[in-house]
Every structure is written in C-alpha cells, then in structure tokens.
C-alpha cells in the first residue's frame, strides 16, 4: 500500500516521493547486491548492519550478529591498531584507509583462488568512514573490497620484474655475476673503503691455454668447464665477496676488508683446488689450471680501474713464469711478456 504522504505528494506534484521506508529498501537492496563488504559499527564498536557479502563470506547469521562487538565477531582483528584507528575516525569525522600492502588482510575471510595463490584469506582495501544520524549517535561505515586477484596478479608481476633484474645481472653460461654487475660492485666497494679506510683486494683469474681446451674438446666442454670452475670458485668465498665472469676464460673476485697477504691465501687455495679437481668430459679426465694475480688498493690509487690494471699485471706476470700460480701486484713493476 502506498504511503499517504508519498500518495499526497504524487497528486500534487505528478512524482513519486521516496519515503524513509522505501530509502532504506532501495539501500538494502543495493548493499547487499554489492560484491564488497559493508559492515556498520557504532561508537561503542558494535555491529548495527552488514550486508549478504559478509553473510556469505563468514557463514554466520545476521541474528547472531547485530549487537555484538565487531571484536568479539572477529576475534582476529589487531584489536589495539583498530581501535587507535576507529577512534581517529570518530574524533577527526574523517575517512581512514587501509590497502592490502599495508596489511594483507584485516578480517579472515575467504577467497575464491585456492590453487593460484599461496594466500589462506583474501587480501582486502578497507575503507572506513564517519556516519552522522539525526540523532547525532555517530558510526562508521567499514567497506571491505576483495582485492585478491590484484594481489596475486602484484606478486606475479613483482617476482617477474626481480628475476628480471637479476638474470640482468647474471652470466647465462656460468650462473656467476656478469661484467657489467660486477664491474659496478667494484665502483661501490671503492667508493665504500675510501669512505670508512677500509682494505679492500681484487683477484683476477685466468683458465691456462683453454683455446687448447677448446680445440682438443670442443667448445661444449669449454663450457663445462667454465661451469665447473665457476661452481668451485664460489664455494670457497664468503658470502661478502663478489664474484664474476669478467669475459671469455677470465674471471674476477672483489675481496671487501681483505689485505693483501689475505687475498694471496685465498688464491693460493683457489689455485690449489682447481689443480687438484677432478672434472670429466664424456668420460674423458681434463685437468685444469689457473693464473692469478693478486693486487691491494692503495693510498696512491684514485680510481678503482687502477685496482684492476695492478690485478691485471700481477696475471700476466703469473702467465709468463709458467702459468698455474698466484702473483702479486706489489712485485710486479712492468709489464711482463706474455
């Protein structure tokens, strides 16, 4: 039956007159047809309204519910963070927010991807604003928007762009950092151990005659044995040093805090390993040996390309006294022949 004001006013006007009661229908209705959360506490925190998407997703009765602290309803809500939060609300009568990067999750509710995302509960934006009645009570309005699939789709997206950047960074053959990498750690180590006068050493390696290798194996043992090496190298350093393919057969380790007569050892035990290892190729023994030269920044260096030219004289005077040993830049005052 249509209300008598509503029916008054259609008469004289010629439009219908949305009364109080047909409001609060229309807005039922429209709440619970949305597929976001809309849940209705007081000052007091306390359940005045939610809508089916609530109903749906916890499986409980909207009996049991209206009146009962939203605490007590949700026992796993931060109940110290909400309610700094809620009051903030309250007293300022501003919106506050709250977005998944913040908090995965505010209330445990479940999701519609149980096989493609690693998650238990739906990731959730949450809203929350001040709603003034006419009898001046204030509440808020807590909306709860399942954002789980952009969730998922972030985390793909993000884990796509890190291996990105690292296979930006990696050699493809050996699996050890690439030039460019490696190169730009040396800048940072430089930089650092001018900063805070720290020691800082730099090992460069080189495999003996591998074109021989090559041309005796094929370049598909090369490979391998570049692999192997790379492997056996990187299992003696610490978790500090930086280690790279610094192109073809020659390769590089940056050694932060290290002095000389530590860096020495350290290649005198690389040199040592790589004799010693045994490496096979289609049931072929190779054997493999290394040069290396071992140089120190000094007070005298103002660039770290310097670090590496000492490196690289200290290997070439390890080649030219017979290759398979370790050299240090503080004996080397020339370029020896190769």
Not at 40 to 68: C, P, S, Y
Not at 232 to 253: H, M, P
Request: glycine share 4%; proline share 3%.
């Amino acid at each position: 039956m249509l209300d008598p004001n509503a029916l008054t006013h259609l008469k004289s006007t010629g439009e219908p007159m949305l009364t109080e009661p047909m409001l609060k229908q229309i807005n039922s209705q429209i709440a619970n047809q949305l597929n976001t959360g809309v849940l209705v506490i007081d000052d007091e925190f306390n359940i005045v309204m939610w809508n089916r998407f609530l109903q749906v997703h916890t499986d409980k009765a909207t009996a049991n519910i209206i009146g009962q602290s939203i605490f007590t309803i949700f026992p796993e809500l931060p109940e110290r963070w909400l309610t700094r939060k809620l009051t903030s609300v309250l007293q300022l009568n501003s919106p506050s927010f709250c977005s998944w990067q913040q908090r995965h999750h505010l209330f445990e509710l479940p999701h519609t991807r149980p096989i493609t995302t690693d998650s238990e509960f739906m990731a959730q934006n949450c809203t929350f604003l001040p709603i003034e009645t006419d009898c001046a009570q204030k509440h808020i309005c807590i909306l709860i928007e399942d954002v789980t699939d952009v969730c998922h789709y972030q985390g793909q997206l993000q884990k796509t762009l890190e291996e990105l950047a690292q296979m930006s960074r990696i050699d493809g053959l050996t699996q050890i950092y690439n030039r460019r990498h490696w190169q730009e750690s040396l800048a940072q180590e430089y930089a650092k151990s001018r900063r805070h006068n720290k020691k800082l050493s730099l090992i460069m390696l080189d495999l003996d005659h591998f074109k021989l290798l090559n041309d005796n194996y094929g370049h598909q043992c090369g490979d391998m044995v570049l692999t192997e090496i790379s492997a056996l190298v990187s299992s003696l350093l610490r978790v500090e040093d930086t280690f790279g393919r610094y192109g073809g057969e020659e390769f590089a380790i940056i050694l932060p805090e290290t002095h000389l007569a530590g860096a020495m050892e350290l290649g005198q035990r690389i040199c040592t390993s790589i004799a010693t290892a045994s490496l096979n190729y289609n049931g072929v023994a190779i054997k493999v040996t290394v040069s290396l030269g071992v140089a120190e920044l000094s007070d005298d260096d103002s660039r770290y390309e310097e670090l590496i030219t000492q490196a690289d004289l200290a290997l070439y005077q390890a080649k030219g006294q017979g290759r398979n040993k370790v050299c240090s830049a503080a004996f080397v005052t020339s370029f020896p022949l190769a």
